[in-house]
Each structure stands twice: as structure tokens, then as C-alpha cells.
């Protein structure tokens, strides 16, 4: 894009934004929740692409500038010096430019919402079961050095330790946006505890991520959710209360099942467990969405498929290998201790440069 492009595009942006700002003031919008509140958050999202038009412009008009100076003052020394300005000017112009590229990358709406993990134990036994618990330890690191704040849902904890199945929801700052590249099939191959041979075994786990459905994103009619009450357990079966405190709630229309276990009231477990199956009903919509952007966009970083082998993690050789972007690391060790930034970004970046290369084709 050159420079009057960049102008165009990111002027017709700041038009938009304009008018944006208008219907928040409008008061049948203000009676209007649902839009109101979709509004401002577009409203929000466009305003670093606005300041970034405002010094841009400013920016190519103190160039020219500098440049007309350059051509007509005839005092040597302020010619010096706004040659010197042009070629300030025309590093920092050429920076914002890129990050101005990266700014006008079709965002995800779904991006900036809090999302729900769901980490299941797959092929492999008992050792995929001790994986997905390695899986969850790496999450919640990751999440504590993000600042986020994370809940558990629901636990199946496995035979000899581990997780069947783990769901917990995970609160922050663009939180889907950064954790659904996480979404997929995770291979493990190692030396199982059990395994007295010393042979490597490959295992796995499904992780799931989901952009958290708000109250405005799907509706869920009371009268639609049937509500059983049980005791919750814990690992191997032990009781953790005697009081019918876990809940189970049915949406009779789609079949959805959720269930909370984790806290100990009652109301907390049935709030808990009505977000799942809110989000799950929400997930039958962005599935249809999903699938209709995958014809259009063949993206190997976020396709959303469940069923594909994202990530291998190899404990001999103590590297990691991503398989969408062919990304290899060894630093394991550190990874599985929650240091997945480098992971993220390569995967962010991949997915972007992706998304710029259809904008501009």
C-alpha cells in the first residue's frame, strides 16, 4: 500500500468510527442493550486505528514539509537540518506504515471476549490423562504470567492421577484472541511412569477453546434447561460434600449438557455451568461461521478444526514442534513451565501475515 492508499482506507475507517460515535449518542440506541453494547465495543476497538490515521497524516504532512525545505530554502545550514528531518521522518513513517498494515488485519470479533478451556484426555490411557494434567499445569502458568485470572468448571480427574476431562473459563485482556491458537490435538512422546521397558510413547490430548458467549451473544430461555442436582466427588471417587451442591443443566432444544462441580455453593455452580451452556450453544453458531470463513480462508493457524494435530511435545529430545507453521523449539522444559509467548507470537504473526496477504490480493 502506498501512501495515499493507506490515507484512503484508513480515512474511510476514521468515517466509520464518526458515525459509530453518533449512534452511541442516539437514544434509541441507548435503549437498545444488545446494540448499544456492540457498539462501543467497536467504538473502542476502532480508536487505535484513529490515532494511528491522525499521526499518520501529521506525520506525511511535516515530510513534505521538510522535503519543499529541503528543494527551495536557500540557507545551507536549514537545508542541513531538514535533511536530516526528512530522513527521520521517513524511518518513522516507514515503522508506522507496518504497524498501520498490522492495525487494518481483519480482527477476529471474537478476539477480545474471555474464553472457556476444555482439556481432554485421547489416545493413550493413563498417560494421556497424566498429559492433559501437564497441559493444564502449562496453561495456568501461562495465564498467571498474563495476569488473567482462571476458574475451574468441571474436573473428571483420571485413574492414577491427571485429568479425563478439565474445564476451566479464563478472564482478561483479549484473552480468545491470544489462547485459541491452542485449540487442537496435542501429541506427547515420552517414557511413561508405567512403562519399565524405558520405551517412548506417543499420547494425546484435544484441547478446546472457546470465545466465552456473553448474554447478548445468545439467548437461553429458562423454561428450555432442565436442572439436576447431585453430590460433587473427587479424585477416585472420594466425596467431596454430602450436599446436592454440583449442577447439571440440560438444553432441551439442542441436547447441550453442562455441569459445574468446582465451587462449593450451589447458586455459584448453577452461574458457573449456565455460562458453559451458554457458551456451547453460542459454539453451534461460530462452528457454522467457521466453517463458512474455511472455504473462503484455507488458514492451517486457526481453522478451528478439533480433529488436527497442532503440536507435538518430545521430552527425549526436549523440543517442541508446532506442525502449522513448522515452528521448532527446544526449550521444552521452559514451555511446559508456561513460557508459550514465543509459541503465541509466531502463531499471531503467521495468522496475520495470512490475513494481510488476502486483504492486498
Known amino acids: 500500500?502506498?501512501?495515499?492508499?493507506?490515507?484512503?482506507?484508513?480515512?474511510?475507517?476514521?468515517?466509520?468510527?464518526?458515525?459509530?460515535?453518533?449512534?452511541?449518542?442516539?437514544?434509541?440506541?441507548m435503549s437498545e442493550m444488545k446494540r448499544y453494547v456492540k457498539l462501543s465495543k467497536e467504538y473502542k476497538d476502532l480508536e487505535p486505528i484513529v490515532e494511528a490515521y491522525d499521526a499518520y497524516k501529521l506525520m506525511c504532512e511535516n515530510l513534505k514539509n521538510s522535503r519543499d525545505m529541503v528543494r527551495n530554502e536557500k540557507d545551507e545550514e536549514f537545508r542541513e537540518m531538514a535533511r536530516m528531518e526528512v530522513e527521520s521522518l521517513e524511518e518513522e513513517k516507514e515503522k508506522a506504515e507496518e504497524e498501520i498494515k498490522q492495525l487494518l488485519v481483519p480482527k477476529d470479533p471474537e478476539d477480545g471476549k474471555d474464553a472457556i478451556m476444555e482439556i481432554r484426555a485421547g489416545t493413550g490411557g493413563d498417560e494421556a490423562c497424566l498429559f492433559a494434567g501437564d497441559l493444564f499445569r502449562m496453561y495456568t502458568?501461562?495465564?498467571?504470567?498474563?495476569?488473567?485470572k482462571m476458574e475451574l468448571l468441571d474436573t473428571n480427574y483420571g485413574?492414577?492421577?491427571?485429568?479425563?476431562?478439565?474445564?476451566?473459563?479464563?478472564?482478561?485482556?483479549?484473552?480468545?484472541?491470544?489462547?485459541?491458537?491452542?485449540?487442537?490435538?496435542?501429541?506427547?512422546?515420552?517414557?511413561?511412569q508405567t512403562e519399565t521397558q524405558g520405551r517412548v510413547h506417543t499420547s494425546a490430548a484435544t484441547v478446546i477453546v472457546l470465545p466465552e458467549a456473553e448474554e447478548f451473544d445468545v439467548e437461553v430461555k429458562e423454561s428450555d434447561i432442565r436442572v439436576d442436582s447431585y453430590c460433587a466427588s473427587g479424585p477416585g471417587g472420594q466425596s467431596v460434600n454430602t450436599t446436592y451442591s454440583a449442577i447439571r443443566l440440560?438444553?432441551?432444544p439442542t441436547g447441550i449438557v453442562a455441569q459445574c462441580q468446582d465451587q462449593k455453593s450451589k447458586l455459584r455452580n448453577h452461574e458457573?455451568?449456565?455460562?458453559?451452556?451458554?457458551?456451547?450453544?453460542?459454539?453451534?453458531?461460530?462452528?457454522?461461521?467457521?466453517?463458512?470463513?474455511q472455504v473462503k480462508r484455507k488458514s492451517m493457524v486457526s481453522s478451528g478444526d478439533r480433529?488436527?494435530?497442532?503440536?507435538?511435545?518430545?521430552?527425549?529430545?526436549?523440543?517442541?514442534?508446532?506442525?502449522?507453521?513448522?515452528?521448532?523449539?527446544?526449550?521444552?522444559?521452559?514451555?511446559?513451565?508456561?513460557?508459550l509467548?514465543?509459541?503465541?507470537?509466531?502463531?499471531?504473526?503467521?495468522?496475520?501475515?495470512?490475513?494481510?496477504q488476502e486483504t492486498q490480493s
Open 307 to 339: 480433529s488436527a494435530k497442532i503440536r507435538t511435545y518430545n521430552y527425549p529430545q526436549g523440543r517442541l514442534t508446532d506442525h502449522r507453521i513448522n515452528l521448532t523449539l527446544y526449550n521444552l522444559q521452559a514451555v511446559l513451565e508456561g513460557d
Open 159 to 192: 485413574s492414577v492421577g491427571g485429568f479425563k476431562e478439565i474445564i476451566f473459563n479464563v478472564v482478561g485482556d483479549n484473552v480468545y484472541g491470544t489462547l485459541k491458537y491452542e485449540a487442537g490435538v496435542h501429541r506427547v512422546q515420552r517414557v511413561p
Open 1 to 29: 500500500m502506498d501512501e495515499n492508499e493507506i490515507i484512503a482506507r484508513l480515512g474511510a475507517v476514521k468515517d466509520h468510527y464518526e458515525e459509530v460515535g453518533k449512534q452511541l449518542n442516539d437514544p434509541n440506541v
Open 341 to 356: 509467548q514465543e509459541v503465541s507470537e509466531a502463531l499471531r504473526m503467521a495468522d496475520n501475515a495470512e490475513k494481510l
Open 141 to 148: 502458568k501461562y495465564i498467571e504470567s498474563r495476569g488473567w
Open 272 to 293: 458457573k455451568a449456565l455460562a458453559v451452556l451458554r457458551t456451547r450453544i453460542y459454539e453451534m453458531e461460530l462452528e457454522k461461521k467457521l466453517a463458512a470463513d
Open 250 to 252: 440440560t438444553h432441551i
